[in-house]
């Protein structure tokens, strides 16, 4: 070992052992000493890259590469240094150039080709990633497993990622469990895998990967996030705060955290967590068009006019617009974006307050700049707020009312030449009791699934005798009207000039002035709820956080009773409904004989 040597192993001991700045000292000499030997340069631009020092590194990396033109782990340190710096593409150069020379020299290099695929896909070339990354797991497939567990991990662990990125999420399973396989305790793969389940709906694999991730990393952010958000999937809200206010512990100005805790806590009627309900914006788009007005804060709005902006579904509409009248105590004008199909229905039931679908406030054009431009149709607001901010911000701005007075219940009036109009065909059906039935819904293909039954499933509820039902289903159920009469079922009377879908005011009367309404979680629900019809509102074991927990009445529509799923499934709950019915009929019977 020559004299130069013998000095770069002290400094490496002396790194070794803590003293950094000894070993800086060190390097500094002996770049001095040696200004075109590769091995001190190399040492001194890792030790500061190490230290977070990327731009004092890059130039001694830069010398060290240009000294030792054909080493691949001096290209290595100077692709990983680039990389550091976002200067992705001359990195991903760099890289290609250390494979090269390390396959020329060497053979394939893992280490090069891991590199590779990361800097891909930090570039969003996530096909070449995939490509790169394979190449690494068959050439660890051929080497001696116990001495490449964690590379092989590694591997699997990236090109998991990659597929995931590229819409793959059944092979980045397959390739999570892999790397788990090589490394069992590998809680960055556990929390990957969590994340990935829960994405296509294996919720309660992902509780037990989530649990698994943070158990080995009690620290570990991204587990703990999905860990909450798996319990809050399962209905476990109490478990969900928890684990949020762990992550909130580590992290306190997660937006994403404080959003997400938000939900447990309201559904534990917390309704403090209104603001953090507000966080919503900045972790899921929740407003499709943006006006570029300002968004109200919790300002005085005296004298100013203030533009709520529609978000989600219908039921969210229905559901916040029971806030728009304090909204209106406190703004000099309120417009609302609303859907076409509930501008009737809301501006009937709050005539002070204008009602129109985003077409016909305003629409986006593209400027000559390319960008978009915002041209009002209607005259401008001061300012706006989407609908779900209202519990928020309504009871900040009037120091009248309190959180703690709870839910400011929506209430919807209905068109009275309908409700004349469903009542005589009602009467035409006989004196039994009316009975609407809505059994799918659920906006995302997830709440769908979790939400709905089929008809077939409520062939229990249909047999009840002395009922006489009406379809208030939604969407393309023809097919399943059809099986159902086919099969000899119960009539389920639907009229030809009846749109469930597309016209709400209709369906709002109708529900109005049955007997009763049974339905799923779904917008049938809201608007009979807020109707102010007798509601039966089924729901799965796991809720939704505005029904609460463990309560059979609803803080949203006075009118509704819950019945909850329970470890019996679905056949149980739907069979409690159908006795339950069957002591309706009776007491409707009972009343029509007193009257007779």
């Not at 567990?149 to 059944?170: F, I, K, T, Y």
Request: net charge neutral; with cysteine.
């Amino acid at each position: 070992m020559d004299a130069l040597a013998r000095q770069l192993a002290k400094a490496q001991q002396a790194l070794n052992a803590g003293r950094v700045d000894h070993a800086l000292a060190v390097g500094r000499e002996l770049v001095r000493k040696h200004p075109q030997a590769a091995a001190p340069l190399l040492f001194l631009g890792e030790l500061y890259c190490r230290g977070g020092k990327q731009s004092t590194g890059l130039p001694f990396l830069r010398r060290a590469a240009t000294a030792a033109s054909h080493d691949a782990r001096v290209r290595r340190a100077l692709a990983c240094c680039l990389g550091d710096l976002g200067l992705i593409e001359e990195a991903i150069a760099t890289a290609n150039e250390a494979v090269a020379r390390g396959s020329a020299d060497t053979g394939p290099c893992v280490e090069g080709e891991l590199l590779l695929g990361n800097l891909y896909c930090r570039a969003g070339r996530f096909a070449e990633a995939e490509i790169s990354l394979r190449r690494i797991v068959e050439l660890l497939a051929t080497l001696n497993v116990g001495e490449n567990r964690r590379l092989r991990a590694a591997a699997h662990n990236d090109l998991a990622n990659v597929l995931v990125e590229l819409g793959r999420p059944a092979e980045a399973v397959v390739n999570y469990r892999a790397a788990i396989t090589s490394e069992p305790h590998f809680a960055d793969a556990w929390a990957n895998l969590a994340a990935t389940l829960l994405r296509t709906d294996f919720v309660n694999e992902a509780s037990d990967a989530a649990r698994r991730a943070v158990a080995l990393a009690p620290r570990h952010t991204a587990a703990l996030m999905t860990l909450g958000n798996t319990l809050s999937e399962q209905g476990h809200w109490a478990e969900a705060r928890g684990a949020f206010d762990t992550l909130l512990a580590i992290e306190p100005l997660s937006r994403a955290a404080r959003y997400n805790r938000s939900l447990p806590c309201l559904a534990l009627g917390d309704w403090s967590a209104w603001e953090d309900f507000r966080l919503r914006h900045f972790v899921e788009p929740t407003i499709a068009v943006a006006s570029g007005l300002p968004r109200w804060s919790g300002e005085s709005l005296s004298g100013k006019s203030v533009l709520v902006r529609r978000e989600q579904g219908i039921g969210t509409q229905i559901m916040f617009s029971g806030y728009l009248p304090e909204l209106a105590n406190v703004a000099g004008k309120v417009v609302v974006e609303c859907d076409r199909r509930m501008q009737t229905l809301l501006a009937r039931t709050l005539p002070g307050i204008e009602f129109f679908p985003r077409e016909e406030l305003f629409h986006t054009v593209a400027d000559s700049s390319g960008m978009n431009a915002v041209q009002w149709l209607k005259p401008q607001s001061d300012v706006e707020t989407a609908i779900g901010d209202l519990p928020a911000l309504v009871r900040r701005a009037d120091t009248v009312r309190e959180w703690s007075q709870g839910i400011a219940a929506p209430r919807l009036t209905c068109d009275a030449e309908l409700i004349r109009k469903w009542r005589s065909r009602l009467s035409r059906l006989g004196g039994r009791l009316c009975v609407g039935v809505s059994w799918r819904g659920g906006g995302t293909t997830t709440s769908r699934r979790k939400r709905s039954t089929t008809l077939e499933q409520w062939s229990v509820i249909l047999s009840v005798p002395g009922v006489r039902f009406v379809s208030l289903q939604y969407g393309d159920c023809d097919a399943e009207l059809a099986e159902h009469a086919d099969q000899g079922g119960v009539t389920l009377h639907r009229w030809s000039d009846f749109n469930p879908r597309d016209d709400l005011d209709d369906l709002a009367a109708l529900s109005a002035t049955l007997d009763l309404v049974v339905s799923v979680d779904n917008s049938t629900a809201h608007l009979a709820g807020a109707a102010g019809a007798p509601l039966w509102l089924l729901l799965p074991r796991a809720a939704d956080w505005r029904w609460l927990v463990g309560r059979s009445d609803s803080a949203w529509y006075p009118s509704a009773e819950l019945f909850r799923e329970d470890a019996g499934g679905w056949p149980a709950l739907l069979n409690s409904v159908a006795e339950k019915l069957k002591w309706r009929v009776a007491e409707h019977n009972h009343s029509a004989a007193r009257v007779g």
